[in-house]
């Protein structure tokens, strides 16, 4: 994970973590769930976990604080609007933020708009910063979603073939940031106009990883072991879903979508889902469905993440 001066580490992308590092954490999640940890269960006794949220959440406000709990912590919740840095224009510097916050709690996580934020917070604190989604990038997400694959198909990602179908956000980011490192293929149908991030991608290219760009659904689902949606209008766009939904409409996984995939394929949302827009009833409660299982390992690939900075 990104040392920064100081060699704290960080969350703030995928990319933070080796190859080997994601194997590893992946399995101190996979022990976890399984209840394997017997014997050590409070490694972060004493330990205090702060979270500033900008935006809405369900399951990342309480799989972390439930996590923190699990491992015998504490967390803190922070909406910003109650704290000095939601005051507009008096607000005070995500910079002098940091530094206070670091003198209090043992980690922080943030769930914010400008990817800038984590960065400024780990660049300036003393403590570990964990990106909980930001426009560009949800790497704790990726986490569940990579063991929710493995618990599928085995932890080797070998072979593995990934449709993402819909918008090029901040999820779809992060599934390329995971083909990367981890080298699965990924063929990703968006609608002209809402590619993924050109940066992203290009890094991708120079990994040459297996990431194959479309318009076409079918195109991107054919032979796919997963298949992958999210809503078509993330926080902070939902005046635009108007638009959206007509841009999108042939985006939706259904059920005839879904028979073009390997016959054992999952389906995975990382909620909240909007049924009848991205994804039909029938394929998000049907038997392929995996969203319950992926939003469980929120809590397990957290639980891992937060041992692995924090104790
Ligand atoms: N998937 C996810 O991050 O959910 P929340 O927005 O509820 O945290
Ligand atoms: N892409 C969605 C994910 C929500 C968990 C958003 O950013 O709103």
Not at 49 to 68: A, Y
Not at 89 to 106: F, M
Not at 133 to 150: E, I, K
Not at 160 to 170: K, M, Q, S, T
Request: hydrophobic share 45%.
């Amino acid at each position: 994970m990104t040392p920064n001066t100081s060699r704290t580490r960080h969350l703030l992308s995928l990319r933070d973590l080796s190859r080997r590092e994601l194997a590893a954490l992946l399995k101190r999640a996979r022990g976890l769930k399984a209840g394997s940890n017997r014997g050590r269960e409070f490694p972060l006794a004493g330990k205090t976990l702060g979270m500033i949220f900008r935006k809405h959440s369900t399951r990342t406000r309480v799989s972390f604080e439930v996590g923190m709990f699990h491992l015998g912590g504490h967390a803190i919740v922070l909406p910003a609007a109650e704290t000095h840095l939601g005051r507009g224009e008096h607000s005070e510097s995500v910079a002098d933020t940091a530094r206070v916050l670091s003198r209090y709690v043992d980690g922080i996580m943030i769930r914010t708009f400008d990817h800038a934020e984590p960065e400024a917070l780990a660049r300036h604190g003393s403590v570990p910063v964990i990106n909980g989604l930001t426009d560009l990038l949800h790497p704790c997400q990726l986490l569940a979603d990579l063991l929710t694959v493995q618990e599928a198909f085995g932890a080797g990602f070998s072979g593995l073939r990934v449709a993402w179908v819909g918008d090029g956000n901040n999820v779809a980011n992060s599934w390329i940031e995971a083909a990367s490192i981890l080298g699965f293929e990924l063929s990703l149908a968006v609608p002209r106009g809402y590619a993924p991030d050109a940066r992203i991608l290009q890094e991708a290219e120079a990994t040459a990883a297996a990431v194959q760009l479309l318009e076409d659904p079918v195109g991107a689902v054919e032979g796919a072991h997963v298949v992958c949606t999210d809503t078509w209008a993330s926080m902070g766009e939902e005046e635009d879903l108007g638009a959206r939904v007509r841009v999108f409409e042939r985006f939706q996984v259904t059920e005839a979508l879904m028979a073009q995939a390997e016959p054992e394929a999952i389906f995975l949302h990382c909620l909240p889902a909007h049924r009848g827009q991205e994804v039909a009833d029938e394929v998000i409660d049907g038997p392929r469905s995996r969203v319950l299982d992926e939003a469980e390992n929120r809590l397990h690939v957290q639980k891992a993440l937060l041992i692995e900075l924090l104790a």
